[in-house]
């Protein structure tokens, strides 16, 4: 909301003898639909493939919601690889220590921030083949959406046959939205 700033009548010869407040208002985290998470980042470029993936299970076991990976260029023209982790806040410091445990990267990097998370309800889809778990997602206008769990159509397609994206088109058609509320 504002940003002030002032010289001191001091000169020190290290550092600069400068303040500069920032005033304002945090995110409404009192908000359902809003949750502090902490991202930790870290770049590799001396790890097997094989390794990554191992990492990538782990952090999953000991409780971070979302791990990617990108591939990127580093210094002197080497291929790497960005390691982006979503870990819950009471959660940072345990994924931090399964970062530097499974991967060769010397340092990592956290950022707080903010995510919205739209309301969801667990629902059942019937297709021709079986039943699909999924979400009803409620959108913010009000309209709802039907997620197919992943691993749902794949046992579904993987016992019947039936190629996943035809799965996943049945278990959308087939789900019945509860009423708007």
Request: aromatic share 6%.
């Amino acid at each position: 909301e504002a940003i002030g700033c002032g010289a001191g009548d001091r000169d020190f010869k290290t550092q600069p003898n400068v303040l500069r407040i920032l005033s304002g208002k945090t995110a409404d985290l009192d908000r359902g639909d809003l949750e502090s998470i902490d991202v930790l980042e870290t770049q590799v470029d001396d790890q097997p493939a094989e390794w990554l993936g191992f990492a990538m299970e782990q952090l999953f076991a000991v409780g971070a919601l979302d791990v990617f990976f990108t591939p990127i260029q580093m210094k002197k023209n080497r291929p790497g690889t960005l390691i982006s982790v979503f870990a819950p806040p009471e959660l940072t410091d345990t994924i931090e220590a399964e970062i530097f445990k499974q991967t060769l990267t010397l340092g990592v990097r956290r950022t707080r921030t903010v995510r919205r998370k739209l309301p969801r309800v667990p629902q059942v889809s019937q297709t021709p083949w079986g039943e699909i778990l999924g979400k009803c997602v409620t959108l913010p206008g009000g309209g709802q959406r039907f997620v197919p769990e992943y691993e749902s159509c794949r046992q579904l397609s993987t016992s019947s046959g039936i190629p996943i994206p035809e799965v996943y088109r049945a278990a959308i058609a087939g789900v019945s939205l509860p009423p708007d509320a």
